[in-house]
């Protein structure tokens, strides 16, 4: 058995106004054949997770590039083809191969290419040729296309959001694709869909049961695999939405994969915006939180996430905390390498005047001024995210009263707690704490908040679906239009 796997992720917000090229991946993560570490990335599991059966299985494994750049805004079509190609270069020189696994997004889009892991697979396919089995793991918010489906013969999706799934399903991706290199299995592939752009959080219900009954379908009457495919809303191509994939074993079963796509796909209709939380205003969250009984009350600026390819620069918090200075309040981590050199130089203790965040959009909010103390800096703050490690590069705490304030150089998610202690700022003393995440916070922040909420500052990111300016999307597509399934 000779198996190929390479990884090549970003999640493109094509309304962002940050720009991917090459660079972008290779100051992020940048891994050529054989230096990916033993941990895995969000979108780099089959890596790991091949190197394992690898050596339980005895099978030959060719490592290809692994790569990822931040979610951000179109990718240059440079950087995309230089990548790509560097990776089918790898491939055509471990030919022949039995297996080919990637680890993908699934929302990447490129100039000239908007369905990038489409062409990736497609391009695979034809130098691996029609026998050998090709998988790919994909992100749960990504645009799952025609190409991708017909091209692959194992897709799996990450079922959890938060995203604390990404090595398990790397793991189901592995074992499919070998069973059915084995001809243990002969997996079809049937997809209903959605037609909207919806989306649930398994951090609560109803998502939370229906994951739960979706890992009890698999294994079970023929079903090898589901994965629903929530969509990007932040991307204008004609495959935005949600999709349910069911690949079930042998072509005799392929109308029963359909049914139960169909089937569970309804299901999620049927909940409307029942399956979202509800997102407070800023001052209307500020009255929520000064309203439970213990702290700290943790607030997520959705709409303001790196993880969706904005900024995460917004000062629309920090104003609204600073009008109440009598609140102990944490807020971060605010992207500003400016303002952290200036801290940095400054050092520990120093009492400075600074101009911080609302620079990359108007809808980042005005920037801040104020009278600071430096409360703590590092050269890297590394912290968990599950399985995985994540930089956001030299960074700084300061404090303005009562208000802790988090600045870093690097564009990434609040994923965990260490973003704010290991620079000195204690989360226990503070009745309000907000992050810039959707939801990968979760996992992390829920062990130490009393309550979570959910924010609406007003974007960047845009959150009312109904009111996003899509040129490419295929309609009918629900809320923009009337649902042709209800």
């Known amino acids: 058995m000779r198996v190929f796997v390479a990884s090549l992720a970003t999640e493109t917000n094509t309304f962002s106004p940050l720009f991917v090229d090459r660079s972008a991946f290779e100051g992020a ?54 990548l790509r190609d560097e990776i089918l270069d790898q491939l055509r020189a471990a030919m022949p191969v039995d297996v080919v696994l990637f680890g993908l997004h699934g929302a ?49 999706a990450f079922k959890e959001f938060p995203h604390t799934d990404f090595l398990e399903r790397a793991e189901d991706l592995v074992d499919l694709c070998l069973r059915a290199a084995r001809r243990e299995i002969a997996p079809v592939s049937a997809v209903f869909d959605c037609r909207a752009i919806t989306g649930f959080m398994t951090s609560r219900e109803p998502g939370r ?88 009350v943790v607030l997520a600026d959705r709409w303001d996430n790196p993880g969706g390819g904005v900024a995460g620069d917004s000062t629309v918090m920090v104003e609204a905390l600073l009008r109440h200075p009598e609140i102990p309040a944490a807020i971060g981590a605010l992207w500003d390498p400016v303002a952290v050199s200036f801290c940095r130089a400054a050092g520990i203790g120093a009492e400075i005047d600074l101009r911080f965040g609302g620079k990359a959009a108007p809808t980042s909010g005005k920037p801040i001024d104020a009278r600071v103390v430096v409360r703590g800096v590092t050269d890297d703050l590394l912290v968990p995210f599950e399985q995985s490690w994540v930089s956001l590069g030299p960074a700084a705490a300061v404090t303005i009263g009562n208000l ?82 209800l």
Not at 30 to 58: F, K, N, Q
């Open 29 to 82: 993560f940048y891994c050529p054949p054989g230096t990916h570490p033993e941990t895995p990335t969000l979108c780099s599991g089959p890596m790991v997770a091949a190197r394992r059966r690898a050596r339980t299985d005895g099978f030959t494994l060719f490592e290809g590039t692994a790569t990822w750049a931040e979610p951000a805004g179109l990718v240059s079509r440079a950087a995309y083809e230089s």
């Open 404 to 485: 802790d304030v988090v600045l870093a150089s690097t564009r990434a998610q609040t994923f965990s707690p260490p973003v704010f202690t290991d620079l000195g700022v204690d989360l226990a003393a503070k009745k309000i704490v907000v992050v810039k995440s959707s939801n990968h916070f979760h996992a992390a922040f829920a062990q130490i908040a009393h309550k979570v909420h959910y924010l609406d500052t007003g974007g960047p990111y845009p959150s009312d679906t109904a009111k996003i300016p899509y040129t490419r999307a295929r309609r009918p597509l629900s809320p923009l239009d009337p649902n042709p399934w």
């Open 108 to 156: 990447m889009v490129a100039r000239g290419y908007d369905d990038c892991e489409g062409d990736l697979l497609a391009h695979a396919r034809a130098i691996a040729g029609p026998e050998a089995i090709v998988g790919a793991e994909l992100d749960m918010h990504c645009h799952l296309t025609d190409q991708m489906v017909e091209a692959a013969d194992v897709i799996t």
């Open 209 to 296: 049961s229906f994951v739960d009954r979706m890992l009890a379908l698999e294994g079970q009457d023929a079903i090898l695999s589901i994965s629903v495919a929530h969509g990007f809303q932040a991307a204008d191509v004609h495959d935005v939405g949600t999709k349910v994939l069911v690949i079930a074993d042998g072509a005799a079963n392929h109308g029963k994969a359909a049914a139960l796509a169909e089937r569970l796909g309804r299901e999620i209709l049927s909940w409307g915006a029942g399956g979202g939380p509800y997102h407070f205003k800023p001052e209307e969250a500020i009255v929520q939180a000064l309203a439970e009984l213990g702290q700290p």
